[in-house]
DNA sequence: TCTAGTCTTGTGCCGTCGGT
DNA sequence: ACCGACGGCACAAGACTAGA
């Protein structure tokens, strides 16, 4: 049972404004003074004050001169309630504002790519007050359409679009995939043929996503059956393997750039055309109106999309 | 003692809510 | 959808107090 079940009843059999009304006089110690703030006449106010006397044991103000004085009672009271109080009114006065978290969900290919430029223009925007959240995609394209309708998460980066009325699906970038391998690879130099690679073992991102599995089945078009000799879900492990042996693999530009350098890589230049991939921006239309998720969109537009900018230095 | 300022009380109107 | 009950508000008038 909800553990303030009984005294959320008797809170239905209150009026809350009292409280407000009771803040306002017990601020200004005049009765006149408040109405003026709150809007209302001072008899509304005094009646105000009449209604809440039947609540407590005590008259909370006590006519004193020309004005009125508050009770010890109504001391206490104040102290009570004035930080409840103005937690409520922080509500109002911000409209959604206060800082939230703005989540979003890709793969860690993706969010390297796309996070740390989001993460450093909203930072520098003090008006906006809120944190970002990356967690992984999940594998299910369902869930995936659903944490969006559902706001689970505010938006989504993924290399396939969501088909919905309200969702709104924007390509953003294309990426071009690139063979990579290790830098001190003793047979493979600077190029690699589908007759190279006949004698190269692979690494493989292990995936159950459609638009991956068209990928790799592409490539066994181009370059012929690969003999696959690690697979892992997370591309910078495959890509850690690569540098400890001599297999090889196949990854967005932007992911080699980055990560050449730390894991002794060389990219390796195909006779064919490896191809590329659509990168899609998802977010639920409604969810639009949330001026720290529009501020986001706009940034991606900004910077990948209206300047056609490359997603890798 | 009068006046001005403030609070309280009485009354009627109007909007909302709950029951039928 | 209608109707009665109820609550909140404004207005008017009275009560109270300080200061001139």
């Known amino acids: 049972m909800f553990e ?20 306002a006089v017990y601020y200004y110690k005049s009765v006149s003074k408040a109405a003026d703030i709150l809007g209302m006449t ?38 009570n309630i004035k930080g409840s109080l103005s937690g409520i009114i922080d509500i109002f006065a911000d409209k959604g504002d206060s800082i939230r978290n703005l989540v979003i969900w890709s ?86 043929s589908a007759n190279s690679l006949k004698d190269e073992r692979c690494i493989t991102i292990m995936k159950d996503r459609k638009k991956i599995n068209e990928f790799k089945s592409k490539i066994d078009v181009l370059l012929g059956k690969r003999v696959i000799s690690f697979a892992s879900p997370s591309s910078l492990i495959a890509l850690s393997v690569i540098e400890k042996t001599n297999d090889v693999g196949f990854f967005p530009e ?18 064919v055309d490896l191809g590329s991939y659509e990168v899609y921006m998802s977010y639920s239309k409604k969810a639009l109106q949330d001026k720290a998720l529009l501020e986001l969109v706009e940034r991606v537009r900004e910077t990948f999309v209206m300047n056609n900018k490359s997603v890798h230095p």
């Open 4 to 23: 303030h079940q009984d005294s959320l009843k008797s809170l239905r059999k209150f009026d809350l404004n009292l409280l407000t009304v009771f803040e």
């Open 42 to 79: 001072s008899p509304a106010v005094s009646q105000s004050i009449q209604r809440l006397r039947q609540y407590f044991p005590d008259p909370l103000f006590i006519r004193y001169g020309k004005g009125i004085s508050a009770t010890v009672f109504a001391d206490s009271m104040h102290e």
């Open 107 to 192: 793969d860690p290919h993706l969010a390297q790519v796309l996070i740390p430029d989001i993460c450093s223009h909203l930072m520098s925007l003090p008006k906006l007050k809120c944190r970002i959240v990356h967690n992984l995609l999940p594998e299910d394209a369902v869930g995936v359409e659903h944490a969006l309708l559902y706001h689970k998460t505010d938006i989504i980066f993924d290399i396939a679009p969501i088909f919905n009325s309200a969702i709104e699906s924007e390509l953003i970038f294309r990426e071009k995939i690139v063979a990579v391998c290790g830098k001190d690879h003793p047979r493979l130099k600077d190029s690699l």
């Open 254 to 271: 932007s992911m080699y750039e980055k990560f050449k350098n730390i894991y002794n890589l060389k990219r390796l230049e195909c006779d």
